[in-house]
């Protein structure tokens, strides 16, 4: 007898298919592009104002009007990613766990995250299929670029 296959539980949205070598060639190149070294990590501050030549906005929000049941937003629509004030903040001190996150955001919008439709004939999902999964992956190969450890999946409290 066969033992039951368990079946992967997204912890994001169904988007399209990417294996880590994809997301590693993809993150690979927007490092490059971006000059992200081993010293980018010490200014922080810097790399993200830079990000706006690139039509991509960080929007810090007051901690006072931030809902905090996420760490961070991604607009892929308008090249936005909001973070709550003091997350931009502990990036701009060298927070390495702020760092990912916005490394994390940042690969919503570098792989193009858009959901996909599927039902209940669908095949059963699998992580490369986890818009989460995919974020975290990219993050972890940036991390890595910068000399720094991976932070971890994100957790969501609903």
């Known amino acids: 007898m066969s033992e039951p296959t368990q079946r992967y539980e997204l912890k994001g949205s169904r988007v399209v298919h990417l294996d880590a070598d994809k997301i590693k060639k993809r993150a690979k190149r927007f490092g490059e592009i971006l000059r992200i070294s081993r010293r980018t990590r010490f200014d922080m501050e810097q790399f993200m104002e830079g ?11 007051d901690d006072s009007e931030w809902l905090f049941f996420t760490d961070g937003l991604c607009t892929p629509e308008n090249f936005t990613i909001r973070i709550p004030e003091s997350t931009y903040l502990r990036i701009c001190a060298g927070d390495q766990e702020a760092i990912g996150l916005l490394f994390h955001e940042l ?16 095949a059963p999902p699998c992580p490369e299929e986890d818009s989460e999964w995919q974020a975290d992956a990219f993050s972890t190969f940036v991390l890595a670029r910068m000399g720094l450890p991976e932070f971890g999946q994100l957790c969501f409290d609903f």
């Open 107 to 122: 690969g919503h919008l570098m792989l193009a995250h858009k959901t996909v439709l599927h039902n209940e004939r669908s």
């Open 51 to 61: 990000l706006s030549r690139h039509r991509i906005c960080i929007d810090p929000v």
